[in-house]
């Protein structure tokens, strides 16, 4: 079958994307689509062809998936964060499994393994504590909202379902200061304007860290916000420039304008040090779920010493510290392991010690220097592992290793070299972070053969 740009096909949803676009087989040519939900039959229009697929917008919803749900609220924000919000939860969930049990057995060649039913949320809403909204200007007006699906476009909204309701509060504040003194979106074109992003941190007691992402120095009647933000649990105001015409986020320069240096925010009981620019699990009701599972899998005994590679601000060690003997952190962020040091004294923790550098370099280095452990576990990046650092853990030896992935993919990709290296999986445990959308985290349990 030849198809044209702009022909409008008809056909069912059978998978997503990893970015949650609809999946659609045509006499086996592959078309990606926004807005379909799997067991939609839909109509949609090809926007884009390429040799091996093509990219469809949804025109109209035929027959709606069985799995497709309404709302019991009013959805005012861009669904493209969070494109699964209407497909059933207890399917987002199964979906997640099956997403790790596909990576694992395509790109591992692992089939035989326990993967867990994915651990999901009692109430999956309001759960995001750290979140960057994007502000821009259409016909005039201000608009402050997320992304259309795979489009820059800003869709401008009253509140989002991902954030605590006081959260959403400081948005409206930010807003109606920008209306009542003409504070104007950065414009990367012009380079003029100030307001790029809002970012904000929400601590589990309702304590926000407001971030404004600006364009330009000197953001004009800053006192005035400051007064109006005092009134709904700000405890501190950054600026952060970023000048590059670019879709980051943050700049690299961070400028305190009001209040504390730092926000508390909490995962279990452990109390932790939270800067602007500090890497923090969005969603700590589930990063407890995640962590004690990974701990469960370290099978911790108090002569245990324990390597925490990529570990960020500390929250993994200080989990294991308590129940083992040492506990060495590796992490690249020279701020991360400045907070990671200060996390361990907020926690009267003194068996952790925190390295900064590439855990590609430095761990290999501290092996070869004799500081051994026993046990190991990694929280790598998207990307994964550098090939480098796996194979120090191989070197190394460890009895066990605990692998926790935001990335199926690459996750698989590396538990396949340390399969082939002597290891086993035991088991695997999805733990859904990220409600309504496709992402998924997974704490993974290897043992030495």
């Given at each position: 079958m030849d198809f044209k740009l702009g022909d409008i096909l008809t056909g069912e949803v059978i998978d997503f994307t990893h970015e949650g676009n609809g999946v659609i087989k045509i006499d086996n040519f592959t078309f990606f689509t926004s807005e379909g939900l799997v067991g939609d039959r839909v109509k949609f229009r090809i926007d884009k062809l390429k040799k091996n697929y093509g990219n469809g917008t949804v025109t109209e919803i035929i027959q709606p998936s069985k799995d497709r749900v309404d709302l019991d609220f009013e959805l005012t924000e861009s669904k493209g964060g969070i494109p699964l919000i209407q497909y059933a939860y207890e399917k987002q969930l199964e979906w997640k499994k099956e997403k790790v049990r596909k990576d694992l057995e395509k790109i591992a060649g692992i089939r035989q393994v326990e993967i867990k039913d994915t651990l999901g949320m009692d109430f999956p809403y309001k759960y995001r504590n750290h979140v960057q909204i994007p502000v821009g200007e259409k016909d005039g007006?201000?608009?402050?909202?997320?992304?259309?699906?795979?489009?820059?476009?800003?869709?401008?909204?009253?509140?989002?379902?991902?954030?605590?309701?006081?959260?959403?509060?400081?948005?409206?504040?930010?807003?109606?200061?920008?209306?009542?003194?003409?504070?104007?979106?950065?414009?990367?074109r012009s380079r003029k304007g100030f307001l790029r992003h809002i970012g904000l941190r929400i601590n589990k007691d309702d304590e926000i860290m407001v971030i404004l992402v600006t364009g330009n120095k000197n953001i004009p009647r800053i006192r005035e916000l400051i007064e109006r933000l005092k009134g709904a649990n700000v405890v501190s105001l950054y600026e952060n420039i970023n000048k590059l015409n670019s879709s980051v986020t943050y700049g690299r320069q961070y400028k305190k304008l009001y209040g504390k240096d730092t926000l508390i925010d909490y995962i279990g009981h452990y109390k932790f040090n939270i800067s602007p620019n500090s890497f923090f699990q969005v969603n700590r009701t589930q990063t407890d779920k995640l962590y004690s599972k990974a701990i469960e899998y370290l099978d911790l005994k108090k002569d245990d010493i324990v390597y925490d590679l990529y570990c960020g601000i500390g929250t993994i060690s200080l989990f294991v510290a308590e129940r083992a003997k040492r506990v060495y952190g590796i992490e690249i962020v020279k701020e991360a392991i400045e907070d990671a040091r200060k996390n361990a004294e907020l926690n009267d923790i003194h068996n952790a010690e925190f390295i900064v550098g590439k855990t590609e370099e430095v761990f290999p280095k501290m092996t070869r220097e004799g500081i051994k452990a026993n046990k190991l576990v990694l929280d790598p990046p998207r990307k994964g592992c550098e090939r480098e650092a796996l194979e120090a853990i191989v070197d190394l030896g460890p009895e066990r290793v605990v692998y926790v992935s935001c990335n199926p993919s690459t996750m698989a990709r590396d538990v396949k070299y340390l399969v082939e290296k002597g290891y086993r999986v035991v088991e695997v445990q999805p733990v859904d972070m990220f409600p309504h959308t496709v992402h998924v985290e997974c704490v993974v349990e290897i043992q030495k053969v």
């Open positions: 007006k201000i608009v402050i909202g997320f992304y259309k699906a795979n489009s820059n476009e800003i869709i401008d909204m009253e509140k989002t379902i991902l954030i605590p309701d006081i959260g959403n509060r400081v948005i409206q504040i930010i807003r109606q200061w920008m209306e009542d003194f003409n504070i104007r979106p950065y414009n990367r």
